[in-house]
């Protein structure tokens, strides 16, 4: 099971950290990624962390901004945010190789 949270509203250049909780397998097993989907758009690949934890990768509209990180103690995939854009805004999910998903987390960027 995957479960989201971190999301709200926050101004443009603002930051925000979102979290996946893990349960039922550990996060050091698995390749793992946040994926968004703004209104009216697909949903997208955000942000890739390997099993091994030492190779991530980014969608180039998120490139210097954002950094995905885990804890296995904690069991925890993380999302930093920074600098944040109006374009940015969408529901943010949580997904582990095998196609698991979690329910989604809102982030929306406005003034």
């Known amino acids: 099971q995957l479960m989201e949270s971190g999301g709200g509203l926050v101004p443009p250049l603002g930051s925000l950290r979102l979290s996946c909780l893990a349960s039922?397998?550990?996060?050091?097993?698995?390749?793992m990624r946040w994926y968004r989907q703004a209104p009216g758009k697909e949903r997208e690949m955000v942000a890739s962390?390997?099993?091994?934890?030492?190779?991530?990768m980014f969608a180039d509209s998120v490139k210097g901004r954002f950094t995905i990180w885990r804890d296995n103690d904690l069991n925890r995939l993380y999302l930093d945010m920074n600098n944040l854009k109006p374009e940015d805004t969408g529901v943010y999910y949580c997904?582990?190789?095998?196609?698991?998903w979690g329910q989604g987390t809102q982030v929306t960027v406005s003034s």
């Open positions: 997904w582990r190789a095998g196609d698991y």
């Open positions: 039922g397998f550990s996060v050091r097993d698995y390749t």
């Open positions: 962390i390997d099993y091994y934890g030492t190779t991530t």
